[in-house]
């Protein structure tokens, strides 16, 4: 079984029926995933390809919901290292 690396949104406190731990990061097969991700509870990380093919809006949104504090006119560079270091 393979299972995917999740960031759990703000709010949600139980996933998969265990309760969220303080990284906000989960680990669970495409099965365990599938309700809490059709709700929008969790979101898959986002590899680093990924991030670095990312607009400057995507970057800050991925950012904000990954709960990363940036300033208002961060560059993209300075996003992107950010989501990087907290992968």
């Given at each position: 079984m393979?299972?995917?690396?999740?960031?759990?949104?703000d709010g949600v406190e139980w996933v998969n029926?265990?309760?969220v731990p303080a990284t906000r990061r989960v680990r669970l097969t495409e099965a365990e995933a599938l309700y809490d991700r059709?709700?929008?509870r969790i979101a898959a990380v986002p590899d680093l390809e990924a991030l670095e093919a990312m607009t400057k809006d995507e970057l800050k949104a991925e950012a904000k919901r990954r709960g990363i504090d940036l300033d208002h006119d961060a560059l993209?560079?300075?996003i992107l290292a950010a989501l990087k270091a907290a992968v």
């Amino acid at each position: 079984m393979v299972k995917t690396e999740y960031i759990v949104a703000d709010g949600v406190e139980w996933v998969n029926g265990a309760r969220v731990p303080a990284t906000r990061r989960v680990r669970l097969t495409e099965a365990e995933a599938l309700y809490d991700r059709a709700l929008g509870r969790i979101a898959a990380v986002p590899d680093l390809e990924a991030l670095e093919a990312m607009t400057k809006d995507e970057l800050k949104a991925e950012a904000k919901r990954r709960g990363i504090d940036l300033d208002h006119d961060a560059l993209k560079a300075d996003i992107l290292a950010a989501l990087k270091a907290a992968v």
